[in-house]
């Protein structure tokens, strides 16, 4: 799918792995809104890169909000891509050493937007897609999503953030042949361990300690390279229901 014209929207768009993806699809000719709840980091991304971006405040799981950036989108021109990366984490045993069970509100907070929201994004973009003229090929867009490796290897403490991304792994096939019959795509990234803003609050010592788990390359991931994916995702037809591991070979230990 030719990228250079088209719209494209971000969830998580301010910082991480969905800035660095902004700044690709950028590159490559795309007009970008940025979805996110960072209203200053948001902004400033879109004066930075100038006229190709726009930010457009959002809560994933408010449908009103991601209607507003869709249509915003639009107006730019041919919504063709959507990529997911909002996204929160949470640590907590189902029984912690105490015998406190984990707390349903915060299980659910993470649900709420790491799967709920993606979906919302998910069916709101597919049906503004849907709605537009196809290209050539019959295309008429991807949604990328992103799941983890913790989807397939959650570690102790991490059951919401694991069975979130699950879920964002499981909706992809059918997602995809949902879709196919009106040419949207549905592709799920799940990446290991990324050098992105929360990585970065940890201590150095921690992070070498993250590194070193890698096979190779031993090091983070970087949020470019999630981008480059992203974008090589949209531009091959061929790349459809399926969820893409990028983790330098690593399967995560129990703790």
Known sequence: M????????V???????????????????????????????????????GEAVAYSPTDVTVAGDVTAAIELAGSLGPLRIAVNCAGIGWASRVVARDGTPHDLDLYSTVISINLIGTFNVLRL????????DPT?????????????????????????????????????LPAARDLAAVGVRVVTIAPGTFDTPMLAMLPETARQALAAGIPFPQRLGRPAEFAALAVHIAENAMLNGETIRLDGALRMPPR
């Open 125 to 132: 973009s597919a049906a503004a897609m849907a709605a537009g």
């Open 2 to 9: 030719e990228i250079s014209g088209a719209s494209a929207v």
């Open 136 to 172: 050539d090929t019959g295309e008429r867009g991807v949604v990328i999503n992103t799941a983890s490796i913790a989807a397939f290897d959650g570690q102790i403490g991490q059951i919401a953030y694991a069975s979130s991304k699950a879920g964002v792994v499981g909706l992809t």
């Open 11 to 49: 969830t998580g768009g301010a910082s991480g792995l969905g800035e660095a993806t902004v700044r690709r699809l950028v590159g490559a000719g795309a007009k970008v809104v940025i979805l996110d709840r960072d209203t200053v980091k948001g902004e400033a991304l879109a004066k930075e890169l």
